[in-house]
């Protein structure tokens, strides 16, 4: 497993921009898919984006396109997700996730707090 630690949340109004960080140690995630999840109170956890090992390749859930940028630093072990024209319906605790052994999400952040005001 890796270690991920989420950075950059906050309270925003609609329309405004935040950028998230994943910092990551414990190993290398050079080649590990990375994601972003999110769970807004009282819902479940549901899929962001995710970016490939090389990061050539991104996935973005239908709410977000066009919004989200899912971005990756190997170098610096990092992974950002710039969010912007912000929603309320964005607002949510936001997860730093890698599949480190391979297929499944088996590494998880703390989560960060992101609030949308209308």
């Known amino acids: 497993q890796v270690q991920l630690v989420e950075s950059g949340g906050g309270l925003v109004q609609a329309g405004d921009s935040l950028r998230l960080s994943c910092a990551a140690s414990g190993r290398s995630i050079s080649g590990i898919y990375m994601g972003w999840f999110r769970q807004a109170p009282r819902q479940e956890r549901e899929f962001v984006t995710s970016i490939s090992g090389s990061g050539h390749s991104t996935n973005y859930v239908d709410s977000v396109k066009g919004r989200f940028t899912i971005s990756r630093d190997n170098v610096k072990n990092t992974v950002h997700l710039q969010m912007n024209s912000l929603k309320p319906e964005d607002t949510a605790v936001y997860y730093c996730?890698?599949?480190?052994?391979?297929?499944?999400?088996?590494?998880w952040g703390r989560g960060t707090q992101v609030t949308v005001s209308s």
């Open positions: 996730a890698a599949r480190a052994g391979g297929s499944i999400w088996d590494s």
